[in-house]
């Protein structure tokens, strides 16, 4: 039975004196990857951290069951039960990894522009769109 090594803890502090640690696994299927390539893999999700420090954690499996063109599947969990995942299968393990990164980093940005537009403009969630009826109303008095 084969052991599997146990997720490593990457610290990122979003506030002086209260660091914040996201936690990433790597997984294979079909295949091994040495710990060398592993600790690569590692080292590029963490980079996600920059992007959106309210990460809990980051998932990778590589599928290897045809190893010319590797599969990488990466899911981020952050905080409030948010999901961010994506799917790429490339000619290398790292380029593969490299796109999938690309694309949660563009959610990661979608979505934190997004929670920071409705904390600027909180009055813009509030107003309600005018009716469509009480513009003819207008019109009418006349």
Request: glycine content about 4%.
């Amino acid at each position: 039975m084969r052991t599997l090594p146990q997720p490593r803890a990457a610290a990122a502090t979003r506030y002086p004196g209260r660091p914040q640690t996201v936690q990433i696994s790597v997984s294979t299927r079909h295949g091994h990857l040495s710990e060398a390539t592993q600790e690569k893999l590692r080292a590029k999700a963490e980079k996600l951290v920059r992007i959106f420090d309210r990460l809990m954690s980051i998932e990778i499996v590589v599928d290897l069951k045809d190893e010319a063109k590797p599969k990488v599947d990466l899911q981020v969990s952050a905080e409030h039960k948010h999901d961010f995942v994506a799917h790429e299968q490339g000619e290398n393990l790292l380029g593969a990894l490299e796109s999938t990164i690309g694309k949660v980093e563009e959610q990661l940005r979608r979505y934190k522009e997004r929670v920071q537009e409705r904390h600027r403009n909180p009055e813009a969630r509030r107003q309600e769109a005018p009716v469509a009826g009480d513009e003819g109303a207008d019109d009418a008095d006349e």
